[in-house]
Nanobody, 122 residues
Framework: QVQLVESGGGLVQPGGSLRLSCAAS????????MGWYRQAPGKQRDMVAA???????NYADSVKGRFTISRGNAKTTVYLQMDSLKPEDTAVYYC????????????????WGQGTQVTVSS
């Protein structure tokens, strides 16, 4: 079994900061790209930021310069530092990872965390 567990969401005032964490666990052989997505009520789930196993990053235009994605040394944890938060950043944030299970010939799948709520409001 593979699990992604997120933490760090909450309520913050506009202009504030939050740091999201996501830890992968289980019978993992290798993790490729990890990323963060978000979904606001009534809207589709959109990519916020992604980082490859080699450290290359990609950001949605709406968060460039404000959010920073990074991975832990063991490559099984991904972080999202969110600064200068705006009300329009309010959403449920989901962690995503491309994981090969068990061995080099194991199944490869797209895994999701349970989501963490981020609310930006005064």
């Amino acid at each position: 079994q593979v699990q992604l567990v997120e933490s760090g969401g909450g309520l913050v005032q506009p202009g504030g900061s939050l740091r999201l964490s996501c830890a992968a666990s289980g019978n993992i052989f290798r993790i490729g790209t990890m990323g963060w997505y978000r979904q606001a009520p009534g809207k589709q789930r959109d990519m916020v930021a992604a980082i490859t196993s080699g450290g290359n990053t990609n950001y949605a235009d709406s968060v460039k310069g404000r959010f920073t994605i990074s991975r832990g040394n063991a490559k099984t944890t991904v972080y999202l530092q969110m600064d200068s938060l705006k009300p329009e950043d309010t959403a449920v944030y989901y962690c995503n990872a491309d994981i090969r299970y068990g061995s080099i010939s194991g199944a490869r799948g797209d895994y999701w965390g349970q989501g963490t709520q981020v609310t930006v409001s005064s």
